[in-house]
């Protein structure tokens, strides 16, 4: 029994993190789908947007990728948060850079439901969540 209770200390903390974890995630879908110039959840409920829908697929396991790790690194609560919202920041940059850097007419592919563009986009999102969860280590 005592083994029990010993693995179950830190119980409230990991509830504590998985729940700031889902609602940064809540927070995260609403401002993405704001920022970007279209509303891919409403294109992908409304029109089955395939396209809408790998993009934000992307970013939402880019994004959780990055605040895993910062659940993982962090040393408290206040830390935990300000890494969050470091990687909601990066993950939006993201977003520009694609839009402005290498796909100019990235909206339009997106609207237009081109499922390339959604692949390059969700991989972008990916790859950034990657890459800040990785530099998240300290």
Sequence with gaps: MSQLLLSLENLGSFALYLGLSILFLIIFKFVYIRVTPYDEWKLLKEENNIAAA??????FIGYSLAIASAAKNSVNLLDFGIWAVVALVAQILAFFIMRFGFMPKLVE?????E???GIVM????????ILNAACMTY
């Excluded at 592919?109 to 439901?113: C, P, T």
Aim: proline residues 5%; without cysteine; charged residues 5%.
């Design 115 to 117: 499922i390339p563009a």
């Design 109 to 113: 592919r997106i609207q237009n439901n």
């Design 54 to 59: 790998i993009t934000l697929s992307g970013a």
């Design 122 to 129: 969700g991989s972008m999102s990916i790859a950034i969540g």
